[in-house]
């Protein structure tokens, strides 16, 4: 897909965004371009405060000079602006090949709403095919595993689960110090009762199921850029 329709659709997202509000600021190649293009803005004068998701997006958007906060100084944002990996038809998302899934999910809910901006590619009619990660604690993770891959076996999985590397031996390691765990499922039928059955083992973090959480997605296509809304 040609980064010229993934600005489009940013381009789409940012059009909706009013001077003062409150923004979250998303990762990954897509969410890039919004940061790009809300700089623009506000080297023309845009007013906004922003709260990235990731040490990478902050260092993009302070050197595009946008002003940034927190999650303690603000208890609240207006909208979160962000890719993802897969979304259905219901908008529910996989997120997390960046790596910033846990701040990602700790922004969008502090939103009173959440946009996704992606490509075509992205829509399925149903969650899985892109590995789904899950984000564990340092400590303990050969038992985290081993449970997760329990949790993947009694919902059917299709693959494997993965230590996500930098390189062969060398774990990823997240901004806030925590491991990646990769499931390939295929695909996966009850998303809530995944979601729930992942949250109960004591070594995970988070994982990148984001359901009922976006309402509004704009999906660049060869065709233009579509707009997807939550029913």
Do not use: W
Request: hydrophobic share 45%; with cysteine; net charge negative.
């Amino acid at each position: 897909m040609s980064e010229d329709l993934k600005r489009q659709a940013a381009a789409m997202a940012l059009a909706g965004i009013r001077p003062g509000m409150r923004l979250g600021l998303g990762t990954g190649s897509t969410a890039r371009h919004f940061v790009d293009l809300l700089g623009q803005k506000v080297a023309a004068g845009f007013d906004c405060l922003c709260v990235p998701t990731s040490e990478a997006t902050a260092q993009q958007a302070r050197s595009l000079g946008i002003p940034l906060s927190d999650l303690e100084t603000l208890d609240r944002l207006d909208v979160t602006i962000d890719g993802a990996d897969e979304i259905d038809p219901q908008l529910n998302l996989i997120k997390g090949a960046g790596g910033a899934l846990l701040r990602e999910k700790i922004v969008a809910a502090a939103s009173d709403a959440m946009i996704v901006i992606a490509d075509g590619s992205k829509l399925v009619q149903t969650l899985g095919r892109f590995p789904l990660p899950i984000e564990v604690n340092l400590f303990g993770q050969g038992a985290t595993r081993r449970a997760v891959a329990d949790v993947m076996a009694s919902h059917g999985a299709e693959g494997e689960l993965r230590l996500r590397e930098t390189a062969p031996g060398t774990p990823y390691v997240t901004d806030g110090g925590h491991l990646i765990l990769d499931a390939f499922f295929g695909r996966i039928s009850r998303p809530e009762a995944l979601s729930r059955d992942l949250l109960d083992i004591a070594g995970v973090v988070q994982h990148g199921l984001f359901l009922k959480m976006c309402k509004t997605a704009y999906v660049a296509t060869a065709d233009g850029v579509e707009t997807l809304s939550a029913g």
